[in-house]
Antibody
Framework: EVQLVESGGGLVHPGGSLRLSCAASGFTFSFYWMTWVRQAPGKGLEWVANIKQDGSEKYYVDSVKGRFTISRDNAKNSLYLQMNSLRAEDTALYYC????????????WGQGTLVTVSS | IVMTQSPVTLSVSPGERATLSCRASQSVSSNLAWYQQKPGQAPRLLIYGASTRATGIPARFSGSGSGTGFTLTISSLQSEDFAVYYCQQYNDWPPWTFGQGTKVEIK
C-alpha cells in the first residue's frame, strides 16, 4: 500500500523558515516524480513544486520561486520542502503527492502537514 | 492555464444525477484529472485522461470532454459522494493548475 506521511509543519513568524518532510513507503520511490500541493484554509488546491526521479529537474509555482527549495533523498525514500522567507500567504496545509509519471496527475496523496505563518 | 469550474455549489438529492463542469482557458487535450476531497481528508484521484477511472473508483463516476470543456458525472449520488471536486490540467506546465472546486451538497 502506498503511504506518504508528511511532517515538519508548525507555527512560524513571517520571514522565518521551515523544512517539510514526506516519508514514502509501499512503492519504489526512486521511480516517481514527486510533488508538493498546498491548500490554504477554506480554499482550493495549489500546486507548489515538483521534482524528477533523480532530482535533475525541479519546477516551482511563481509565488515561491527563490524562497522554496524542493529536494529528495532516494536512499531514505524521502521528499523535502525547504521554505524560507515565509509569508502569511504561505499559510496552508501542505500535501506530498506522487505523480503517476512526469508532467502528470497525482495518484497518491499524504494527509498533509499544516504550516501557519503568523506573528 | 486557468481552470474554471461550475457551479461553485451543486445541491443534489441522494440518488439523483450530478453534472460538474470544468473549462480550460486554452486546450489541454485530454490531459485532465478529477479529484474528490471530503472534509478533513486528502484529495483522492477519481479520473485521469479526462475519462479513465482510477483504480477502485465506482462506475457511477464518469468523465468526458476534451480540449477546453470537461464534465464529471455522478450517475446516482450516494451519501459518501457529497464532497468537493477539483479538476486539474497537466497538459501545459509548469504550473500544473487546478480549478477552484465544486462543492456537491445534500439538497
Amino acid at each position: 500500500e502506498v503511504q506518504l506521511v508528511e511532517s515538519g509543519g508548525g507555527l512560524v513568524h513571517p520571514g522565518g523558515s521551515l523544512r517539510l518532510s514526506c516519508a514514502a513507503s509501499g512503492f519504489t520511490f526512486s521511480f516517481y516524480w514527486m510533488t508538493w500541493v498546498r491548500q490554504a484554509p477554506g480554499k482550493g488546491l495549489e500546486w507548489v513544486a515538483n521534482i524528477k526521479q533523480d532530482g535533475s529537474e525541479k519546477y516551482y509555482v511563481d509565488s515561491v520561486k527563490g524562497r522554496f527549495t524542493i529536494s529528495r533523498d532516494n536512499a531514505k525514500n524521502s521528499l523535502y520542502l525547504q521554505m524560507n522567507s515565509l509569508r502569511a500567504e504561505d499559510t496552508a496545509l501542505y500535501y506530498c503527492a506522487r505523480e503517476y509519471s512526469g508532467s502528470s496527475y497525482f495518484d497518491s496523496w499524504g494527509q498533509g502537514t499544516l504550516v501557519t505563518v503568523s506573528s | 492555464i486557468v481552470m474554471t469550474q461550475s457551479p461553485v455549489t451543486l445541491s443534489v438529492s441522494p440518488g439523483e444525477r450530478a453534472t460538474l463542469s470544468c473549462r480550460a482557458s486554452q486546450s489541454v487535450s485530454s490531459n485532465l484529472a478529477w479529484y474528490q476531497q471530503k472534509p478533513g481528508q486528502a484529495p483522492r484521484l477519481l479520473i485521469y485522461g479526462a475519462s479513465t477511472r482510477a483504480t477502485g473508483i465506482p462506475a457511477r463516476f464518469s468523465g468526458s470532454g476534451s480540449g477546453t470543456g470537461f464534465t464529471l458525472t455522478i450517475s446516482s449520488l450516494q451519501s459518501e459522494d457529497f464532497a468537493v471536486y477539483y479538476c486539474q490540467q497537466y497538459n501545459d506546465w509548469p504550473p500544473w493548475t487546478f480549478g477552484q472546486g465544486t462543492k456537491v451538497e445534500i439538497k
